[in-house]
């Protein structure tokens, strides 16, 4: 398996190498296949043999982080050795340690201190619109200051950027939630690996035929996942209660349109249909609903089916390396009124304003360079983050990395089957309301409350929490 992965990587970082030579084919363009354009109407930021170097913040680890360091490096060795350009990455943590440093050096007010250019994941765009140094998407769409517009990027992924109806971050790490799950295993049961399950009551079903025991005691379990507020963004906006294609998780356009005020779970029933679903297929699949180390356990074949990141494909292909084939699959719907679909999520990028003109040029042309289609694809392909500009799934080069490895594609298209209306709550309770609805799950599943009070309950939390921070920011 590890081999076949190395394969898979080895055959897309091809692909790249042909597509760049195809694109060095015809027309005048810079070493990096994106055309060259001078900073500042012409003028090269090297002319006069100084180095501009920006400096990228990343919350990347593992293959993501070696990623974004070869991409930078390629950079550095084409347009910016023509330009005069350095992009440093400098790996601040996960996304909480990143968004912690972040709003440290925003609070200092020292520009010195912070990024050039950084990732903030999509849960921080309320946070990260109200900061005047940074520069927002929609000023740099409307303006053209990378060659881009909004219709260029992926609807969904603009969607889940945009607050109070402008687009805050550049979309550029969009993920989606997929279903993963054990094809050996599957076969064992007597189940079809190549047909996915449909809905939350095939999973119990599912679930129930995989589930081993000795004894009383469960050896491997069909499913198993911690859920919070993530996945249930999804089985929420997918119901589509009042025939609009969606529901919504709260008001105001799930806070995209104004200030979230409170929940819409509860008066729309989505969130008691859920649990209605859920507790009846956890209650015949014996799921392993206080799951919290899913991937290592999926990878130990202690698990058999999961919920994990469309980003997560390749890191959960080497956990399986050598033991099992790893299906992946669309997340299954709530029942078969729902019109299934996911939320999109991820990371964002923002250029920082630290008044200097030529240094923020310096990041467009970096993000020129990123946004390139044949850039994208080898993000996507060796990250499994899905690509924001959809045109990277038309070069000719996916198409056949893709013969290689179909499963890369199902994030995506997962995505565009969607409504991208199902979208996450945006608020500054995020964190706070992700922790009620995961002890409201497991309050119905383990009995100590019964699906009304703890919908209510759930509902009230968040309600209190969300009135608390608006009345502190307004």
Known sequence: MKKKMKTRIMTAMAAVSLMAGIIGCGTKTSQDGADAVALDGGSSAGADGSVIEISLWHPMGGVNGETVERIAAGFNETVGKEKGIKVSPVYQGANADLA????????????????????????????????????????????????????????????????????????????????????????????????????????????????KR??????????????????????IGQQDTDGKGYSLFGDNDNGHSASMTKVEFDSNNTMKTFLTEYKAACEVGSFKYLEDDRKNNFGAGNITITLASSADIFGMNELAAGKFEVGVAYLPKVDDHSVGGVSCGGSALYPIDKGDGDRLAAVYEYLKYLYSPKIQMEWHTSTGYLAAIPATYELEAYKEFLKEDPSYAVGANQLHDSDMNIQEPMCGVGGAISGFIKDGIVSVLDGSSDIDSAVASMAQACNQALEDYNLANQ
Not at 214 to 235: A, H, K, R, V
């Open 100 to 211: 912690k440093k972040l709003k440290a050096a925003f609070q200092a007010n020292d520009p010195k201190n912070m990024p050039d250019l950084t990732f903030c994941p999509a849960g921080e765009t309320g946070y990260m619109q109200g900061m005047d140094v940074v520069v927002k998407a929609q000023d740099i769409l409307d303006q053209d200051l990378i060659g881009l517009g909004i219709d260029d990027f992926e609807p969904a992924a603009i969607k889940a950027l945009t607050c109070e109806n402008k687009v805050v971050g550049l979309p550029y790490a969009p993920s989606t939630i997929c279903m993963y799950y054990n094809k050996d295993a599957f076969k064992e049961a007597g189940l079809d690996p190549e047909v996915a399950l449909r809905t939350i009551k095939e999973l119990g079903e599912y679930s129930a035929k995989l589930t």
């Open 214 to 235: 000795d004894g009383e005691t469960i050896t491997q379990y069909g499913f198993g996942i911690l859920l919070d507020s993530w996945p249930l963004s999804s089985w």
